[in-house]
């Protein structure tokens, strides 16, 4: 399985950007969920969103409700992350990752998810 993050970039304080996942290659497993994780430098990284293959299933990190939602693209087998009224705390390394055999989604933990995404730098800067 391969994963590949895009859509980052710079934006101003209150804007938005829309990261991809792109994935491919085969899942064992009939089920599996898709997480996206960040990394602010000196930070450690941190799950913030989740939805399972069927789309039955999301998780968006409480501190995040509101401005951040996720979705997917079965036909293209790529997830989204929408990300709107961006702040300055939003920047970081985002990362998406592959957790197989997930059923229904919640906080997502970087030792379940077996394969991952090069990352995408998001900087919110004015």
């Known amino acids: 399985v391969q994963l590949q993050a895009s859509g980052g970039g710079l934006v101003q304080p209150g804007g938005s950007l829309r990261l991809s996942c792109a994935f491919s290659?085969?899942?064992?497993?009939?089920?599996?969920?898709i997480g996206w994780f960040r990394q602010a430098p000196g930070e450690e990284r941190e799950g913030i969103a989740c939805i399972t293959n069927n789309g039955g299933s999301t998780y968006i990190a409480g501190s995040l409700k509101g401005r951040f939602t996720i979705s997917k693209d079965s036909a293209r087998n790529t997830v989204y992350l929408q990300m709107n009224n961006l702040k300055p705390e939003d920047a970081a390394v985002y990362y998406c990752?592959?957790?197989?055999?997930?059923?229904?989604?919640?906080?997502?933990?970087?030792?379940?998810?077996?394969?991952w995404g090069q990352g995408t730098q998001v900087t919110v800067s004015s």
């Open positions: 290659g085969g899942f064992t497993k009939n089920y599996y969920a």
């Open positions: 990752a592959a957790d197989p055999g997930r059923l229904w989604c919640q906080r997502p933990e970087a030792y379940e998810h077996d394969y």
